[in-house]
């Protein structure tokens, strides 16, 4: 049988020394008592190079051969090999939670370091081990505000992920939690102005996005000042990538900062395992959800880690801890470390440069074409958006025909912008790419 | 071990990327940028690789030592589902895709992947359909939580506040019901470890929600009333969860929906092998029986009479959104290249091998060590240092001499009811010879206790740190490299 070490003889006799006659009466000693299942829906097994077969005619039915500019908050980086080779070693990838601290060294070491990026990207003070994805990040972030401030009012720009605002929505339905959502301006920015008129001494936090959902880029130290100013928390969900070269959510004053770490180093995956990070001012550490790796010292004095604080957490506060989560995702913050590591300081910047001037290049090819309108003219990074003369899905379908996915239709979550494409552009994307991309637009347009 | 930020040299870098090759230009301008560059490593490829490389070699792990850590099932991960999640089909596959038109032509493969493992899932489970979306066990369990709450909602029965919990319960069963806004009450158990029936009867009211019972449960035992503790929840108007954690013991011999559960998670990183990552990503699919499919998470994914499989969102009564997408994807193949690989029969073998290991281990170690509740177990054994610590040495002081001998330590001090808990969960991938050495192992530890105590409390002596200092640790954290 695939992957079971016992022979038939050793299961007899592992059988009769644990005191049973046979299979029959191990079951109905330990008082399984039911017949066995007849499992009409599972197949008979095969073996690996049958299962192999089988998931590659699969995997070719999943398109590989589009040229991609879709982003929406996932994106299409590029990802040194060293990320998989090291992930890939099982002394990493087979060990679990580092409950015993010195047969854990190599996980909890990591970990300290990633906490130390996350740090170092954000510019805020203490990062936890990582939560499962941007959304849920997004969320424990809320009901820290919540907890912190004992208010139950929370507003958020519409210009923040309708993706992550629906989870919001879904986990709140039984929770004592009123969001007031702020419609985003018309172009590319999240309607500061409005944001700020929402605020009150009711507000627990303001919830804002860094860049925004279409990609803009504002200043948001005023706005985290006038929620500090109600007494309120500054929460941003940002784009690590984007950190690269923007002004620190730490600069701007915020709180708590997540994010959805898939940018680095972690492959699309048709959306997941991807990774949450929350980074948060020293003074909410113990408010905060997830694994947290401490340095300390061993009993000699050396250098050494532990998971800590865990008096926050479920296995010890059960219904009082500060979240019921339990597992993080370890192995995706692994890879944002390794990532971050071997592209290094200087390669991020660099990474970002290629972001950002590709982006730019893209953008004024595509406004060359007739009838294409640029939306807003604030700063972005490597995102922005355009206005089409047409239904915007439409064009997309009809480019995909011609090997693009040419972006993401607005109108699929926001109704008043149907004519609207928001368009990524990451450093793998060559001039040739993009040229391409702009001639085929312009011949269905 | 150096931190990696204290390797390296100012200006140096291990990124190859593509030279520019438009103009280079920005619309990000000056007063938005950051004040200073991150402060990231600075090293070259082989100093990244050869740090990581070292640092992995200080773990403990299920490709290098027997890890019976009770209650996580460290079973083996097969080397190929690693392949198949490479494989550029899946790897690079933009979950926004199926939301464009015609996108759902270009995931036929994933799409499939997700439907095909659902329906095995739940007829494994034995429920009407599986959500594939929860992240991970606890997420799972919030996701459960959430749809008892929307099927009492729906039937405008707003009374049910309470959420049922036996003492025994992982701290997650109590922590999700409260982020799903319950308010919890303690089950006690008996003195044979099942759930207290007398108990259970008084704290069944018009206010419960339902109960979240472990199956079997976190000592290892299979509770004979479980359907009798359904039927009871059931007739007082509540709903009967299933906490999968410990499924591996029961897998292809027992269905949850058979018994009487109306929903359950299962962590897919424990009973269907995929990797434990060092703690996580895991995943947690939800099944549930028919009353309670209205109301599971967009989007699902359904099969239609051509055959092609497609994203469905328009479920009015549906909670909405859990996940971004449609689950951890890469953990989802995983479990669906065992399923195909194992098939029918090969899962039946899991759950008996499972089980005669346990077992063989609790015979060989019981009387060197107590076990408050001497039955048959299920998948793991609990057993408790009380008998060791009549000379000092605790659960905690056995853990780290079992380190010393080269075998991962059991989950312990869980569950909390059992005192000096040792919980061992061997998993059916491990020989017999490697379930000798540990039991070998165990006995060794058990007679040194007695006659040299400490010498297994300097333990471990073998690992690249000794005991370190939690309660520093915790006192005055350092927890970023200034």
């Not at chain 1, 580092?98 to 990633?114: D, H, K, R, V």
């Not at chain 1, 499962?132 to 919540?146: I, K």
């Not at chain 1, 490597?382 to 089409?388: C, M, P, Q, S």
């Not at chain 2, 060590?369 to 001497?374: A, G, L, N, S």
Request: glycine share 10%; aromatic share 8%.
């Amino acid at each position: 049988m695939p992957y079971i070490a016992n022979t038939d003889s050793d299961r007899a006799e592992m059988l009769r020394a644990a005191g049973f006659s046979g299979i029959g009466e191990m079951w109905e000693k330990a008082g399984v008592k039911f017949p066995y299942p007849a499992l009409a829906e599972m197949p008979e097994g095969r073996s690996e190079y049958e299962v192999l077969k089988h998931l590659e005619h699969l995997a070719s039915r999943n398109a590989t051969h589009l040229v991609n500019f879709v982003g929406g908050g996932y994106y299409d980086h590029i990802i040194p090999s060293a990320v998989d080779s090291i992930i890939s070693r099982g002394e990493f990838y087979t060990a679990y939670t580092p409950y015993q601290p010195e047969a854990s060294q190599g996980t909890l070491q990591a970990i300290y370091e990633y906490q130390t990026a996350i740090c170092r990207l954000t510019g805020m003070e203490v990062s936890n081990a990582s939560l499962y994805d941007g959304g849920t990040a997004l969320f424990e972030a809320m009901m820290m505000s919540v907890k912190i401030t004992g208010r139950r009012q929370v507003v958020i720009s519409g210009a923040v992920s309708p993706i992550f605002r629906r989870m919001i929505d879904c986990y709140c339905i039984n929770l004592d939690v009123e969001r007031i959502e702020v419609p985003a301006g018309s172009g590319t920015d999240s309607n500061l102005e409005n944001l700020g008129k929402a605020l009150s001494d009711k507000t627990a936090c303001v919830i804002v996005q860094y860049p925004n959902f279409f990609g803009g880029i504002e200043d948001y130290s005023g706005i985290a000042a006038a929620a500090h100013a109600n007494g309120a928390l500054a929460v941003c969900s940002c784009y690590p990538v984007a950190l690269s070269v923007l002004k620190t959510p730490g600069e701007m004053d915020f709180d708590i900062v997540t994010g959805e770490g898939q940018s680095l180093g972690i492959p699309l995956s048709f959306g997941g395992p991807y990774l949450g990070f929350m980074a948060v001012k020293s003074k909410y550490m113990r408010k905060m959800p997830g694994r947290i790796v401490g340095r300390t010292v061993d009993l000699d004095g050396k250098e050494g880690f532990v998971l800590t604080l865990q008096t926050r957490e479920q296995h010890i506060r059960r219904e009082h801890a500060t979240s019921n989560i339990c597992s993080n995702e370890s192995l995706c913050a692994l890879s944002a470390l390794v990532y971050l590591t071997v592209v290094g300081k200087q390669g991020f910047v660099n990474v970002g440069d290629l972001c950002m001037s590709k982006a730019v290049f893209a953008r004024n090819e595509l406004l060359k074409i007739k009838g294409v309108e640029a939306v807003g003219n604030g700063a972005f990074f490597n995102e922005f958006v355009i206005k089409v003369p047409c239904d915007a899905a439409e064009l997309v379908g009809k480019l995909i025909d011609k090997g693009f996915a040419a972006g993401f239709p607005l109108g699929r979550y926001y109704s008043d912008r149907r004519d609207q494409l928001l368009i990524a552009v990451t450093e793998k994307r060559s001039r040739e790419d993009i040229k391409a991309l702009a001639n085929a637009m312009e011949a269905l347009l | 071990m150096k931190l990696i930020y204290q390797s390296g040299k100012s200006g140096r870098t291990g990124a190859v990327l593509p030279s520019l090759d438009v103009p280079q230009s920005s619309a990000v301008p000056s007063v938005l940028r950051r004040s200073a560059t991150a402060g990231l490593p600075e090293v070259s490829e082989l100093e990244t690789v050869r740090h990581f490389t070292n640092l992995s070699r200080m773990n403990m792990s299920v490709d290098t030592h027997f890890y019976p850590l009770g209650s996580c099932t460290m079973k083996y991960n097969p080397k190929f589902h690693e392949k198949v999640v490479r494989m550029a089909g899946f790897a690079e596959l933009h979950p926004l895709l199926p939301q464009l038109r015609h996108g759902g032509t270009l995931t036929q493969g994933a799409l499939t992947v997700l439907y095909e493992t659902e329906r095995m899932l739940s007829d494994i489970l034995g429920f009407a359909q599986t959500t594939m979306q929860p992240m991970a066990g606890s997420h799972g369990e919030l996701t459960g939580v959430m749809l008892i709450a929307a099927y009492h909602k729906a039937r405008k029965d707003f009374a049910r506040k309470i959420m049922l919990i036996p003492d025994a319960a992982h701290g997650t069963n109590p922590a999700s019901a409260t982020v799903a806004g319950y308010t919890t009450k303690v089950v006690p158990s008996d003195p044979e470890g099942n759930v207290d029936l007398a108990a259970l009867k008084e704290l069944l009211s018009p206010e419960v929600a339902g109960i979240m019972l472990t199956c079997p449960n976190t000592l290892g035992l299979f509770d004979p009333h479980v359907g009798e503790i359904c039927s009871l929840v059931h007739g007082a108007g509540g709903l009967c969860y299933c906490d999968g954690a410990n499924f591996n013991a029961i897998v292809g011999r027992l269905r949850p929906g058979d018994v009487g559960f109306d929903v359950m998670h299962v962590n897919i990183h424990k009973t269907f092998s995929t990797p434990h990552g060092g703690g996580g990503p895991g995943s947690g699919p939800v099944g549930v029986s028919e009353k309670l499919v209205p109301f599971l998470p967009v989007s699902r994914v359904v099969r239609r009479n051509d055959g092609t499989c497609a994203l469905e969102y328009d479920y009015p009564e549906s909670i909405g959104y859990i996940a971004p997408f449609y689950g951890n994807f890469g953990i989802i193949l995983r479990a669906y290249a065992y399923l195909l690989t194992l098939g029918r029969k090969g899962l039946v073998r899991v759950s008996e091998n499972a089980v005669i290991n346990a077992n063989y281990i609790a015979a060989a170690l019981d009387g060197v060590y107590d076990r408050k509740y001497k039955r048959t177990c299920m998948h793991e054994c609990v057993f408790s240092a009380t008998k060791q610590m009549e000379h000092g040495v605790h659960a905690l002081d056995i853990a780290k001499a079992l380190i010393d001998r080269g075998i991962h330590p059991p989950t312990i001090y869980f569950p909390l009811i059992v005192p000096e808990a040792l919980m061992i969960e061997p998993t059916e991938t491990e020989s017999r010879e490697e379930l000798d050495i540990f039991i070998a192992a165990m006995k060794e530890i058990a007679e040194l206790s007695e006659k040299s105590p400490e010498r297994v409390k300097e333990c471990p002596l073998t690992t690249p740190v000794k005991r370190l200092d939690e309660t520093s640790a915790a006192r005055k954290p350092d927890l970023c490299c200034p």
